[in-house]
């Protein structure tokens, strides 16, 4: 296979914003009919990669080659038109139009006056449609189908030419199991046409059980590839993260105070129904589980964001209705939430200001905002959290996202809570800040603070809790304890595999 | 169906539910009160609440294209104001009064070019500069009411050629010279929105515009060609109006535009963007011509109207909420 | 600070309306020693103050993250009122009662806008209409005038001068120290931009974000019904239209002082900012000796050129990406 001509090749891409160096020499080759993925943390440069490859960033040095032939991509129709297609994770996709519209969006085939050819239209849409084996039609509005479905009118796109390369960006991340099969066999179908795929995924089981070869960046620089089959996990994330990250198992036993929050038979719609746990002072409460499980309705109905339509919360042993935000701040409990340039800051806030936000109405002097209260409670948790920033002043939107979360943990921890929920605490953050995050969630339950985190990493959860949830479809499978969780028990638990709320 | 057809079912036929309801209440209660001793329904009455309707339906049809693209234009009212300075001012002319009637096809191209000539004034700031079409748009509003005065001060303009007013009051096959150019400009832009790549490309931009651009479609000179029509449909609207009074205050055509808008949206054109639909606006602008007429059939203030129309965009929006509402269990952001 | 190009481009970014100012001041200046006459000056502030006013509520409103496009036909609105009223029981008691009744106008739309969480374009221009429907019912249509013009001391707030300053100005100034204070300096001011900078967050940080909404306007319906008193006092009578364009006439101003559309950004300074320069170039061009159109025509490229250089600064280039 190695010596057939690579539909796609990369050599020495370099591409440098202002004081970045993105992409700092990045190689790699695809070869027709083969899976390969690429992977590296966020941050690493594989969305530059993308957009370089698409045209929409032109490199600084470095070229790119299709079928060993020089090219200079100007735009993704441009680079679709010669044969190397985007399967966005990001559905770009127009829900009012229909799937015929969608798939030739940018391309509708013209009659006269400039009119759609709608025969034309339909009839190479039934085509592209019966080689993804779907069900639904042509004229089906794009808003009414599943997120599975969209995805095919998305792929169904890259088919509207031949494709040598397919570029696959995290497909598989908002899809259920069963979806996944079909998703599994389109791309095999793709690869027995002699078309290259690049698969790029953090899912280490996914890139194991499909690629044929792995490259992986890390920083902006390609850190080598290699064969599938003769690596392995450990391998790859070492080659990721440059070291590897301390995710040892948390198996220090000891003692907790009284139970700060419960909630009894919690139920809130179709998000999730009869959820019961507790949470003790000094402990961390891991809750781990797929996206859509319900982990993140359960912190938001806590924290009086949904109403619940069953059940109780207590906290410290009374149970409290919480309505709002303002209610559950009242009562001791933050919520970090999961995501932090939606929901965690004001972007074109400074440092300080967002930092006080949540409780600014109590740093008064008269009728005024007190500064020096203010940047008091700024100077405190800056330094606590090692944030760094040239000074508060600084919007927030300039930062890394590390401090950026660094500066969404401090918000909260300035409430003196006495429940802190954090939601994701280190998705999309380098792994030195990762790291100092885990510390800092161990340290306050040390401290004394009952701690909520919310995790699709299961390393994570293994490393900071002291106890784990595992939820499946809006339901609480199973409660392990640190000492009894099992990698193997964790994953059948949260594929509703395991035993239903063996406690 | 789905439910979601169903909905959409629902929005498309409420506009015309809305003006049955309209004609039933007004007949009824108009009989009841007997303000008139002419029934509502009167077929003449119809008619010339078409007629009515023709100056802002003309241009409320071209901001549904504008709006459907996920934009908005405010200037349209002052683009209708100086078409219409242009159309009457350039018939006094000295080379055009050598032309006889001549003149007159000569003058409403002046008028519909200045009208494209405005529009592409904007839709060029738009795709160049990248500010929002909003904005643009307010300052064009002033902008092009400035250049307005310019012509005759804070005077009127007028002009009456008989020719022309003839013209305009002329009836075809019973309809008048502005009904038929209202229905015209519903049938052509219909078809470029349902018919036409431009018109799908214009639903897949309002709608998604990133996926659009990545998607190859040059949505600049998109938004300008889109731009150019709606200038020319106020100008068109200005010539159809201005044909037949022969008069123009330099302050005609102020809040056309919130008019217009007004229109679309009770057709229930997304303001975002995406969705929308021609014949919906043009039941939007009859429901509005309707009201008027129906408030004052059965005697109302005349007043009245304004405060009506309000209240109805207003509860409109209530009721789009209401149906878009997820339930109980909704995130509450 | 070392000047670079790039320092002076973020400078007149961000500072390019003050810029601006100053160099139509100077250059008013040179061209008509009249232009920075005392008395002049006087003048166009004083003829400003009622678009200021209205302006002031605005900018709450706008950065807040919403739109208030009745503030024209809510000011024909208090306007009437107050004149109707005087009349009916006296100068004292018309006057809280026009407050009252505009500052429900406002709370209505606040509820709307707020609490229902509507698309504030569409509910203010919904109440444009509405508002002017409810002031032509009020009067009948007709001209409200107050019947003994030379024997009320309504005219204070309109015609005189207190210190020397005329009231107008005196009651602009004030109202824009007091607001601008409360939007920088106090937690409700720090609460409406989290709310227009990113309404979610602010949610998640335990802001009432429809209770803030509903504040702004009702900001914005008190300055309008300072604006109608301004107006009612200095004329003493009115037409049911005096307000009517003004909407978009103060969304200008406010928009020229550097405030976003989008929300979270702008400040009471600026806003001043931005009505004192729409006053001084028509003042200016006037003054010149220009035909008064062309204030229009230069307001509309000043508009469009301050919000162009501001997000021409933002994305860190002139021309727009999109092809």
């Known amino acids: 296979m190695s010596d057939q001509v690579p539909v796609l090749r990369l050599e020495g891409i370099v591409k440098t914003f202002p004081g970045v160096r993105a992409l700092d020499g990045v190689s790699f080759d695809v070869r027709p009919g083969e899976v390969h993925a690429l992977m590296g943390e966020n941050g690493a440069g594989k969305s530059t990669l993308m957009k370089v490859l698409g045209g929409i960033h032109a490199p600084n040095e470095g070229q790119i080659f299709i079928a060993e032939e020089p090219v200079t991509m100007t735009s993704p129709m441009q680079a679709k038109a010669k044969g190397v297609v985007f399967i966005h994770q990001e559905l770009s996709l127009a829900d009012e139009l229909t799937v015929a519209e969608n798939i030739f969006l940018g391309e509708l085939p013209l009659k006269s006056f400039g009119r759609v050819d709608w025969a034309t239209l339909y009839a190479r849409t039934d085509d592209i449609l019966k080689k993804l084996n779907v069900r639904f039609t042509a004229k089906t509005r794009v808003g009414d189908l599943s997120i599975a479905n969209q995805q095919m009118v998305e792929i169904g796109r890259a088919l509207t030419v031949s494709p040598r390369a397919v570029i696959f960006d995290e497909p598989t991340a908002s899809l ?33 059980k499909m690629t044929d070869r792995i490259s992986v960046l890390r920083d902006g620089q390609y850190r080598g590839t290699l064969e599938t089959a003769e690596t392995n996990e450990d391998e790859v994330t070492k080659l990721m993260i440059g070291r590897s ?12 105070g009284e139970v700060a929050l419960e909630v009894r038979g919690l139920s809130c719609g179709q998000q999730f129904q009869d959820v019961d746990f507790a949470v003790h002072k000094g402990e961390v409460l891991g809750f781990y589980g797929l996206v859509g499980a319900g982990r993140t309705a359960i912190a938001e109905t806590v924290f009086g964001l949904r109403t619940p339509s069953a059940g109780t919360i207590l906290i410290n042993g009374k149970e409290e209705r919480i309505n709002s935000p303002i209610d559950a701040l009242r009562l001791g409990i933050s919520l970090v939430p999961e995501d932090r340039k939606d929901q965690g800051l004001v972007l074109g806030m400074n440092c300080r200001d967002n930092m006080t936000l949540p409780q600014v109405g109590d740093l008064t002097a008269g009728p005024f905002v007190s500064d020096g209260a203010e940047i008091a409670i700024f100077d405190q948790y800056r330094d606590k959290l090692d944030i760094r920033t040239p000074g508060w002043r600084q919007l927030v939107g300039n930062l890394s996202g590390g401090n950026q979360q660094k500066i969404v943990i401090g918000k909260w921890l300035s409430m003196r809570p006495d429940v802190l929920i954090v939601d994701e605490p280190t998705r999309g953050i380098d792994v030195g800040s990762k790291s100092e995050i885990h510390n800092l ?13 919310i995790s699709s990493e299961m390393p994570e959860v293994l490393h900071v809790s002291d106890r784990i949830v595992a939820m499946y479809s809006g339901k609480v499978m199973r409660e392990f304890t640190a000492q009894d969780v099992t990698e193997d028990n964790l994953i059948q638990a949260i594929s509703g595999l395991g035993d239903d709320k063996a406690a | 169906m789905t439910p979601d057809k169903r909905k959409d079912l629902l929005k498309m036929s409420a506009i015309w539910a809305f003006i049955l309801v309209e004609l039933a209440f007004f007949s009824i209660i108009g009989d009841r009160l007997s303000v008139s001793d002419k029934a509502f329904m009167d077929f003449e009455n119809m008619l010339l609440l078409l007629k009515q309707s023709a100056p802002i339906g003309i241009i409320a049809l071209g901001m549904t294209v504008i709006m459907i693209n996920g934009n908005i234009d405010l200037s349209v009212g002052a683009t209708f104001a100086l078409a219409a300075i242009v159309l009457l001012e350039s018939m006094t002319w000295p080379f055009m009064q050598t032309l006889g009637d001549w003149a007159i096809p000569l003058a409403w191209l002046f008028a519909l070019l200045t009208g494209v000539a405005m529009g592409a004034i904007n839709g060029l700031i738009v795709w160049k500069t990248g500010v929002d079409a909003f904005i643009v748009t307010l300052g064009a509003m002033l902008g092009f009411r400035g250049l307005v005065f310019m012509f005759n001060g804070e005077q009127p303009t007028s002009h009456l050629n008989w020719t022309l007013v003839d013209f305009a009051e002329a009836q075809f096959l019973g309809l008048h010279t502005a009904t038929w150019f209202l229905l015209a400009t519903a049938l052509l832009l219909w078809l470029l929105m349902t018919k036409t790549v431009h018109g799908r490309n214009a639903y897949a931009i309002g709608n998604n515009r990133e996926a659009a651009v990545n998607a190859g479609i040059r ?16 100008a068109l609207s200005a010539v159809v109006f201005y044909s037949e009074s022969g008069s123009v205050n330099p302050n005609d055509g102020m809040l056309y535009e919130l008019w217009a808008i007004t229109a679309v949206v009770l057709g229930g054109t997304k303001l975002a963007g995406g969705y929308g639909s021609i014949i919906s606006t043009l039941g939007g602008v009859i429901a509005i011509q309707l009201l008027r007429k129906g408030l004052g059939h059965v005697g109302a203030d005349t007043q009245t109207v304004n405060l009506v129309i309000g209240l109805i965009l207003i509860a409109v929006l209530i009721l789009d909420r209401q ?3 997820k339930g109980q269990e909704e995130l509450k952001i | 600070m070392k000047l670079t190009k790039q320092s002076v481009g973020t400078f007149l970014a961000k500072q390019g309306i003050l810029v601006a100012f100053a160099v139509f001041m100077i ?13 002049n000056i006087a003048g166009v502030i004083r003829s400003s103050a009622i678009l200021g006013v209205m302006a002031l509520g605005v900018t709450f409103v706008v950065i807040g993250g919403n739109l208030d496009l009745s503030v024209g036909s809510m000011m024909s609105f208090s306007t009437i009122v107050v004149l109707d ?17 505009t500052l429900l106008l406002g709370a209505f739309i606040g509820f709307l806008v707020g609490y229902l969480k509507l698309n504030s374009l569409i509910v ?74 990113n309404g979610q967050a602010a949610t998640f940080s335990g802001i009432p974000r429809a209770r803030i909404v509903f504040f702004t306007y009702l900001v914005s319906a008190f300055c309008v019904a300072t604006a109608g008193l301004l107006q009612a006092s200095r004329s003493l009578g009115s037409q049911n239209t005096v307000g009517q364009g003004m909407e978009l006439e103060v969304l200008a101003a406010v928009i020229l002082g550097g405030a976003s559309l989008l929300g979270g950004s702008g400040t009471i300074f600026k806003t001043v900012i931005g009505v004192l320069i729409l006053g001084f170039i028509q003042n200016g061009l006037l003054l010149v000796g220009l035909d008064f159109y062309v204030q229009y025509i230069v307001t509309w490229a000043i508009i469009i050129l301050a919000v162009w250089l501001d997000v021409a600064a933002k994305r860190g280039s002139l021309w727009s990406p999109i092809a």
């Open chain 3, 27 to 39: 250059g008013f200046a040179l061209a008509n020693q009249r232009f920075i006459d005392i008395d």
């Open chain 1, 245 to 256: 990250l301390d995710l040892s198992r948390n198996e220090t036993e000891h003692e907790f």
């Open chain 2, 323 to 325: 149906l878009n509402r």
């Open chain 1, 176 to 208: 259920t199991d069963a979806e996944k099969v079909v998703l599994f066999d389109v791309i095999a179908d793709l690869q027995s046409q002699g078309v290259g795929i690049v698969y790029i995924s953090h899912r280490m089981e996914e890139v194991f």
């Open chain 3, 85 to 101: 009223l005087h009349d009916k029981i006296g100068p004292a008691l018309a006057i809280p009662a026009m407050f009252g009744l």
């Open chain 2, 219 to 234: 949505v600049g000179p998109h938004f300008l060609l889109n731009f150019m029509l709606i200038g020319f449909l106020a």
């Open chain 3, 124 to 197: 203010t221009l919904g109440m444009l209409s509405a508002i002017h429907g409810l002031t032509l019912t009020w009067s009948g249509g007709k001209n409200m005038d107050i019947a003994d013009k030379s024997g009320t001391w309504f005219s204070v707030f309109g015609q005189d001068r207190l210190l020397g300053i005329p009231m107008p100005i005196l009651i602009f100034a004030l109202l824009a120290a007091i607001l601008g204070l409360v939007m920088a300096k106090t937690p409700f001011g720090r609460k409406v931009y989290a709310v227009g900078g």
């Open chain 1, 441 to 453: 969630i161990r340290e306050l339950a040390a401290q004394g603070y009952a701690v909520i985190v």
